[in-house]
């Protein structure tokens, strides 16, 4: 559960420097919001490929076996994420951040801002995917550029929404948290398996905090919340389709 405290702790740190006003102008200027979503995207794409390409491995054969078993998970996943409109339901969830800044400020704004960005900080699809990742493998790094996401998001949204912001350190901890431990439930026996169970999950988990990536850095715009359902296709398949 460590990636989810320092997650937390991104939060309640971007919150505090919010809270009190912290604009140095030289930081600001050595590192304009820009750079620092670069470099945190571009260490996104490495923790993501890293995590896909361990689980490569195998004779030549296994390897085309799992990349087949990936593809096949992506396609269903994608299906299914379709039906159940996962991808709607995060972008209503962006919608309504949208509103919430654009409104006039009011009486309520500690519990606007404290609904809005417990909402934007769990839904994003690196909530589910580094916790997944932590709970099967120990400390996930994904969860080190979240944290950098999220606090920077909460450092900007304290002057708008004041101390309310830093408040959905809670619930983004909880909700990590649990998901780390569902994970971490599963691993043994995923583990021991005489089918690659878990290095399906983690290909298809880390091709998806690459496509994070994609979003982070703006070069391509990819609905990964559609995607989710792929991180159980993979090890059913597995299970089915491995010889």
């Known amino acids: 559960?460590?990636?989810?405290?320092?997650?937390?702790?991104?939060?309640?740190?971007?919150?505090?420097?919010?809270?009190?006003?912290?604009?140095?102008?030289?930081?600001?200027?050595?590192?304009?919001?820009?750079?620092?979503?670069?470099?945190?995207?571009?260490?996104?794409?490495v923790f993501g490929?890293?995590?896909?390409?361990?689980?490569?491995?195998?004779?030549?054969?296994?390897?085309?076996?799992?990349?087949?078993?990936?593809?096949?998970?992506?396609?269903?996943?994608?299906?299914?994420?379709?039906?159940?409109?996962?991808?709607?339901?995060?972008?209503s969830v962006g919608r309504r951040a949208s509103q919430t800044l654009a409104a006039p400020i009011s009486q309520h704004r500690i519990n606007d801002g404290f609904l809005m960005t417990t909402g934007l900080f769990c839904i994003g699809p690196l909530a589910l995917l580094a916790s997944v990742d932590e709970g099967?493998?120990?400390?996930?790094?994904?969860?080190?550029?979240?944290?950098?996401?999220?606090?920077?998001?909460?450092y900007a949204f304290c002057e708008?929404?004041?101390?309310?912001?830093?408040?959905?350190?809670?619930?983004?901890?909880?909700?990590?948290?649990?998901?780390?431990?569902?994970?971490?439930?599963?691993?043994?026996?995923?583990r021991h398996q005489p089918r690659p169970l878990l290095d399906a999950i983690n290909a298809v988990d880390g091709l998806l905090i690459f496509c994070v990536a994609m979003i982070i850095l703006g070069l391509k715009k990819i609905e990964v919340a559609d995607y989710f359902p792929s991180l159980a296709f993979a090890p059913l398949l597995t299970w089915w389709l491995w010889r």
């Open 1 to 45: 559960m460590t990636g989810a405290l320092i997650n937390a702790l991104g939060i309640v740190i971007g919150g505090a420097l919010g809270l009190a006003a912290f604009k140095p102008k030289k930081l600001a200027t050595a590192f304009p919001p820009s750079m620092l979503k670069n470099i945190l995207g571009l260490c996104t794409v």
């Open 49 to 91: 490929i890293r995590l896909a390409w361990v689980s490569f491995h195998g004779s030549f054969g296994q390897i085309l076996g799992k990349l087949g078993i990936l593809m096949l998970a992506l396609a269903l996943g994608k299906l299914a994420g379709k039906a159940l409109r996962l991808q709607k339901l995060s972008n």
């Open 136 to 154: 099967l493998n120990g400390l996930s790094k994904v969860f080190m550029v979240k944290a950098g996401i999220d606090g920077l998001a909460t």
């Open 160 to 190: 708008t929404f004041g101390w309310g912001v830093v408040l959905s350190a809670i619930p983004v901890l909880a909700l990590e948290s649990a998901l780390t431990r569902g994970a971490q439930c599963l691993e043994p026996y995923l």
